[in-house]
């Protein structure tokens, strides 16, 4: 595999973005159940799933934003609208969502 200094800075601030924004948001904003919020921003990489109905089913040149399902735009509109459920849960799971969209749409900048 072809290594360069520009591989290794999108991957760190990929993961980064992934695993230690949501510790911070989790911790600034849900202080007392930070933990409970923590996993559930985790679990929303459950988004992730629908890359297994691509082929193939992973391609680091590729954009995933606007590309699989659960990516689109239009599930983009759905997760923004889910910020304004009633219930705090279906929030946090929006904003987990929202936080990953923009992760995985920076990581598509990269490669213009
Ligand atoms: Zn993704």
Redesign the pocket.
């Known amino acids: 595999m072809h290594i360069n200094i520009q591989n290794i800075i999108q991957t760190t601030i990929h993961y980064g973005f992934h695993f230690i924004i949501p510790i911070f948001i989790a911790i600034l904003f849900y202080k007392s159940e930070w933990k409970k919020v923590y996993f559930i921003f985790l679990a929303t ?1 459950l ?2 799933l629908d ?1 297994l109905l691509a082929n193939p089913i992973f391609d680091p040149n590729r954009c ?1 934003i606007g590309f ?1 399902f659960l ?1 689109s735009y239009y599930a983009i509109v759905f997760y923004v609208l889910l910020l304004f459920h009633k219930n705090r849960y279906i929030k946090v799971v929006a904003i987990g969502l929202l936080m ?2 923009v ?2 749409y920076q990581d598509c900048l990269w490669n213009r």
């Open positions: 990489m988004v992730d890359h995933s699989h990516h990953h969209m992760t995985d």
